[in-house]
């Protein structure tokens, strides 16, 4: 038997046109599926998921929108081709020509052309411009070296400083012991801790200091959990190469590291990352609607706080989402990121509310939903069957 019919062939043009975002148009689908995933932070926050279901932190679109402004600290994000062509920019220049590639690199509109709404903001996170300024002064003084040689020339009067901070907190180690461990075993051996690491800050045999070492090693001094939290606390206010310059200035003097590997950790902390609203290691989920993007440095500060307790450390937080959601938005409707994130902006306002417990009630973004596209339709004759 054979059946004639016509089957309609859809070929559907890929590229929307940008600038009729604002035309008065149908909205589009949402391929988001609707399953819950439940967490609590206590028995009266209980928040039901319905974002992108399994969208994995690499995969979040938001991070690829161009020149987006982290939500809790304001400044333009970049991703990791970014980095590497502002990386080589940098390894490549001595001197004046140095100076002048670090200094383009303080103001975002060099980068965002944005003269005319923007206003002069560094792409350096805080510490890296300490590091920066202190760069750019060798580079003058010293035309023939490169970015590794300057590091490594300002390592040695760093190191007299980082170890001034180092043994503030050592000693203050040592004043809290000697008031809480009552144990005197106990109490023995954590001096004996302490004066060996006091040796390794000042160089004296053959191990060298290390951070992570030093907190392992005090991490289960004493049997009484109250005094051990006190002593973790204390701890960690050993300065790092991602919170103080001198660390930094020691750190990659020490490591020999290329103009270029160094240049990198310039722009590092600047790069967009996903955070998880829910922290991820307490029950949160990873869907779309659990996703905001934040930069490196921001992201790595909440750790796994919870969002309502982090948010009340961020200044202006709630005017600060909304116009990343605004932005968000508007890269939807330029047609930046793919239909699954239609409602995005709308979830993350309700995921937001629920977080809060009501506290924060984000205003949605304005939205003018970007063109669906064109169709060229034909007529196909079916197959004989």
């Known amino acids: 038997m ?13 590229n929307i046109n940008q600038n009729s975002k604002y035309q008065n148009v149908s909205k589009p689908v949402l391929f988001s599926d609707m399953k819950n995933d439940v967490f609590e932070k206590s028995m009266i926050n209980e928040v039901s998921f319905r974002g992108k279901r399994g969208c994995s932190e690499a995969n979040f679109e938001v991070k690829d929108i161009k020149n987006l402004r982290c939500p809790i600290c304001g400044q333009v994000m970049i991703d990791k081709n970014q980095m590497e062509a502002y990386a080589c920019d940098i390894a490549s220049k001595r001197g004046e ?21 923007g206003e002069k903001r560094s792409l350096y996170r805080p510490v890296i411009q300490e590091v920066v300024n202190c760069v750019k002064k060798s580079a003058v003084e010293h035309p023939n070296m490169d970015l590794a040689g300057l590091i490594e020339l300002n390592g040695k009067p760093h190191m007299e400083n980082l170890i001034g901070l180092q043994m503030v907190v050592v000693n203050e180690l040592l004043k809290y012991g000697k008031e809480n461990i009552e144990d005197e075993k106990e109490l023995l051996r954590f001096k004996n801790i302490l004066d060996e690491y006091k040796n390794r800050i ?6 060298d200091f290390k951070r992570k070492e030093f907190i392992h090693a005090v991490s289960n001094i004493t049997s009484n959990e109250k005094v051990q939290e006190g002593i973790d606390e204390i701890v960690k206010k050993l300065p790092t190469s991602t919170n103080d310059a001198n660390s930094f200035f020691v750190k990659y003097s020490k490591d020999k590291r290329t103009s270029k590997a160094i240049a990198r950790q310039f722009f590092m902390r600047s790069i967009a990352t996903t955070e998880h609203l829910h ?20 992201n790595e500060q909440k750790a796994n706080v919870y969002f309502d307790d982090w948010q009340k450390t961020i200044p202006n937080i709630k005017e600060k989402l909304e116009q990343y959601l605004q932005d968000v938005q508007d890269a939807y409707d330029r047609g930046e990121i ?9 979830e993350i306002v309700d995921t937001v509310d629920k977080l809060t417990m009501g506290k924060i009630k984000l ?14 339709c034909e007529f196909v004759e079916a197959e004989e069957y």
């Open 338 to 346: 793919s239909a699954a994130y239609a409602n995005y902006t709308d």
């Open 202 to 207: 000042y160089g004296i045999g053959e191990e």
């Open 363 to 376: 205003k949605p973004p304005i939205k003018a939903y970007r063109v669906e596209p064109e169709r060229n």
């Open 2 to 14: 054979k059946l004639n019919f016509n089957i309609i062939k859809i070929n559907t043009i890929k």
């Open 97 to 117: 020509d140095l100076k002048k590639a670090l200094e383009f690199y303080e103001d975002e509109r060099n980068l965002t052309y944005d003269w005319e709404n």
């Open 279 to 298: 922290p991820k290691s307490k029950g949160g989920v990873n869907r779309t609607d659990n996703y905001i993007c934040d930069c490196a440095n921001c």
